[in-house]
């Protein structure tokens, strides 16, 4: 059966998450427009550094700061190959956080589909609604 496309770009963001390099969370994250993919990131540290799979997490107030998240790596892929992130739509395997939640909004998405509420943030909900961003979670199960 013909997977809803959804259910294709979710799929996809879980294909890139086997790339992440940091297993406190394999997040992956593909930004769309007009079904086509914009850009893809997965959780990893910046180019040319040790990951957290070579190095160990680098812990701070419980959180691993050595990655970027998977939505901040694909806005950077946009801006570094020049591709305009305006109106597109965040298919990621978990709900953003607040700081990733800020540069989506930033960026111009306008709808976020995610799977996981991983560590749930009130105040990134909070945020996504005041800029009216339609957010819709969509439990689909991990590709084999």
Aim: with cysteine.
């Amino acid at each position: 059966m013909r997977p809803d496309w959804d259910s294709y770009f979710m799929k996809i963001a879980y294909a890139v998450s086997e790339r992440s390099t940091c297993d406190r969370a394999l997040v992956g994250c593909v930004l769309v427009r007009d079904k086509r993919i914009l850009t893809t990131g997965f959780n990893g540290s910046p180019a040319g550094q040790a990951h957290c799979d070579e190095a160990g997490h680098l812990m701070v107030d419980g959180h691993c700061v050595r990655t970027i998240h998977a939505e901040t790596n694909a806005i950077i892929q946009a801006a570094l190959h020049g591709v305009s992130t305006k109106g597109s739509t965040c298919y990621v395997t978990h709900l953003p956080c607040i700081n990733c939640t800020k540069a989506l909004i930033n960026a111009g998405i306008i709808h976020i589909v995610y799977s996981a509420a991983y560590r749930s943030d009130e105040n990134a909900i909070a945020f996504l609604k005041a800029a009216g961003i339609d957010v819709a979670q969509k439990e689909y199960l991990q590709a084999p």
